[in-house]
């Protein structure tokens, strides 16, 4: 895996080359752009976004056909960081509240953006390691605040990556300020089956044997056979 090595200030991408890459993401192209290691957030601003109907949308939901989110009835378990925080689901369009979907088993969040160029190579070893390790705990992909309130880039981009890892948006910032999650993407938090975030990680991870150790390792949650 690497680990963030440059200051912040050198990572930050000016909005204006964060549009144009979120917009390159999002169709197809000659060659795949290179990876360096993760990025600090953007700098806030606007764009204009296409604008289609909800037909359109819930056509472009099933074709990306994500697998779905978490769904424990709950509770969240006293002082879970997620406790009460209600996100919007991309395969079904459906709020849900994290705290009660993800109760009683470990949770592995990474953090993503449609902007971030590393996201783009890590975001299908998650999805690997997701259906590997099947009902033994939750892997949820969460879309950065930024941009987090437009579903056709979210679901375009996913459509383009080909992943199916369950994923919610965070329009709001909510899950990011509950689990702490740093403005550096991609970003991975552990959380235990208690709620409780136990681990974050700066880092991007090049295989999925690298998820699977170090969630061996601080969730106790052994996923065999992960691909190195």
């Known amino acids: 895996m690497k680990l963030l090595k440059e200051p912040a200030t050198r990572a930050t991408i000016v909005f204006v080359v964060i549009v144009v890459a979120a917009i390159v993401a999002l169709w197809p192209r000659d060659s795949e752009p290179s990876s360096t290691g993760p990025t600090a957030g953007p700098i806030a601003g606007q764009t204009a976004l296409p604008e289609v109907s909800d037909q359109e949308l819930a056509k472009l939901r099933a074709d990306v056909a994500l697998r779905p989110c978490p769904d424990a009835p709950g509770p969240a378990a006293p002082g879970a960081a997620l406790a009460g925080v209600t996100v919007p689901c991309m395969a079904s369009g459906e709020p849900v509240n994290l ?57 375009k981009f996913l459509e383009e990556v080909g992943v199916h890892v369950p994923v919610v948006t965070d329009p709001k910032g909510d899950v990011a300020k509950a689990v702490e999650a740093p403005r550096i993407f991609p970003s991975t938090i552990l959380v235990s089956a208690d709620g409780k975030v136990v681990k974050v990680l700066s880092e991007l991870f090049e295989t999925e044997a690298e998820i699977a150790d170090v969630v061996r390792e601080h969730l106790g949650v052994d996923i065999q056979g992960a691909a190195s």
């Open 99 to 155: 705290g009660n979907a993800t109760a009683g088993k470990p949770l592995v969040i990474n953090m993503w953006a449609v902007w971030c160029l590393p996201c783009r190579k890590e975001l299908p070893l998650f999805d690997e390691f997701s259906q590997r390790a099947g009902d033994r705990l939750n892997v949820l992909a969460v879309h950065a605040r930024e941009g987090g309130d437009n579903e056709l880039f979210v679901l």
